[in-house]
């Protein structure tokens, strides 16, 4: 145990830390994409031999957090999880401008992620990788959503996370999780190929084959059927269900990261009584 506090102390503590790591990975969510752009800007221009550009400094700390609308600073008090978009119902206290309710939503989903791992793991080293990995999951899903960008800065170390946690709590398995990383990558690599050679159309990026590996590399070769059947299945109904309600979605590719985002939580966080029942429908 890394902390051995009263049970009500120690969930009431978790569930503010929860909060608090959604409210970071809203940062990570909203910055991240900008500061690759820009990254990516500087490097074409560098290529091209153009005149180097100074934009304002830019990154997970600086500047403080603004009205995406009015650009007015965001009061301290209105930046506290959940409660301070409530106390503003959604809105800016400058401007009145809509703030979006992904940023309660995050916070709440970090605080559930937070509790669900504390309840499985306690609060150990094991427990913090776990997190790690799910948290990181859950900004790659809402990024993937709002760009359907999968950055390398998040699938690669989230993979590289994966084969230290089996070198330090499940050594066994640490085979396993090289092939499945391997596995991973390949299966969504040929099945990209494929898809292009028949229909001469991208069916996902590769942000998707390095998120499967890296999912691999935290579970198990033996994990990654399930977690395709999950996710694609997922997918087909929601998108299905999405494009019948918004007719507007039609023929607008949709993010595959999101679904094996869904499945690696439930890997994680549940895989041994999935996997079980997943056994028992197999002839």
């Known amino acids: 145990m890394l902390v051995d506090l009263p049970p009500p102390l120690l969930w009431t503590l978790a569930t503010v830390l929860g909060l608090c790591l959604g409210s970071f990975l809203n940062v990570v969510i909203t910055r991240l994409p900008v500061m690759l752009m820009q990254a990516w800007r500087s490097e074409a221009r560098a290529a091209l031999e153009l005149e180097e550009e100074a934009p304002p400094r830019f990154n997970l700390v600086t500047p403080r957090s603004i009205c995406p609308r ?6 301290w008090h209105d930046n506290i999880p959940v409660l301070g978009w409530l106390k503003r119902r959604g809105r800016c206290a400058t401007c009145g401008g809509h703030i979006s309710p992904q940023y309660p939503l995050v916070e709440l989903a970090g605080g559930a992620l937070t509790l669900a791992v504390l309840g499985l793991y306690g609060a150990t080293l094991q427990g913090v990788f776990i997190l790690g990995a799910c948290l990181t999951l859950l900004a790659m899903a809402v990024i993937d959503l709002r ?3 999968l950055p390398d800065l998040l699938t690669l170390p989230l993979l590289w996370a994966g084969l230290l946690y089996q070198l330090l709590f499940q050594p066994l398995m640490l085979p396993d999780a090289v092939i499945g990383a391997i596995v991973g990558y390949l299966a969504l690599w040929s099945f990209y190929w494929l898809f292009k050679l028949v229909t001469g159309k991208e069916g996902m990026g590769y942000g998707d084959f390095k998120l499967l ?10 994990y990654l059927p399930l977690i395709l059947i999950l996710s694609a299945g997922a997918g087909a109904v929601i998108g299905l269900l999405l494009q019948v309600a918004l007719p507007r979605l039609r023929g607008v590719p949709l993010p595959f990261g999101p679904w094996l985002a869904m499945a690696g939580w439930l890997a994680l966080l549940v895989g041994e009584p999935l996997m079980a029942s997943y056994l028992t429908l197999i002839p």
Do not use: D, N
């Open 213 to 222: 590996a890296a999912l691999g590399a935290w579970v198990g070769w033996q």
């Open 70 to 75: 009015c650009e007015a600073p965001i009061a």
């Open 147 to 149: 760009t359907q960008l």
